[in-house]
């Protein structure tokens, strides 16, 4: 019984924050490349942030890079996702996503084999 469950999506105006969360069960988050994705109606899906298994390591994507925060919650076996200043442009179905070993391109979705279910995040007035 693996499972990644995300929670914390929304409604939420432009320059608002959500906090989106990852919690694994069946499996220790801390030994896995973490990663969230995103996807809009009608584009394809798109590498968010990532945080490395060995060093901690983060990676955002350029449009997220110093407005969103990724971070490791061990106690929680759970990967957070701070996003603020938000845009309506950073409305989509949010997922994160988990691989095990090195990962060189951790911002692509092809790297990682387990996925939760996603949760929406909307950004309108």
């Known amino acids: 019984q693996l499972q990644l469950v995300e929670s914390g999506g929304g409604l939420v105006q432009p320059g608002g924050s959500l906090s989106l969360s990852c919690t694994a069960s069946g499996f220790t988050l801390d030994w896995y490349t973490i990663a969230w994705f995103r996807q809009a109606p009608g584009k394809d899906r798109e590498g968010v942030s990532c945080i490395s298994n060995i060093d901690g390591t983060v990676r955002y994507a350029h449009s997220v890079e110093g407005r969103f925060v990724i971070s490791r919650h061990n106690a929680e076996n759970t990967v957070r996702l701070q996003m603020n200043s938000l845009k309506p442009e950073d409305t989509g179905v949010y997922y994160c996503?988990?691989?095990?070993?090195?990962?060189?391109?951790?911002?692509?979705?092809?790297?990682?084999?387990?996925w939760g279910q996603g949760t929406q995040v909307t950004v309108s007035s």
């Open positions: 996503a988990a691989a095990s070993g090195i990962v060189r391109t951790c911002l692509s979705p092809s790297a990682y084999n387990r």
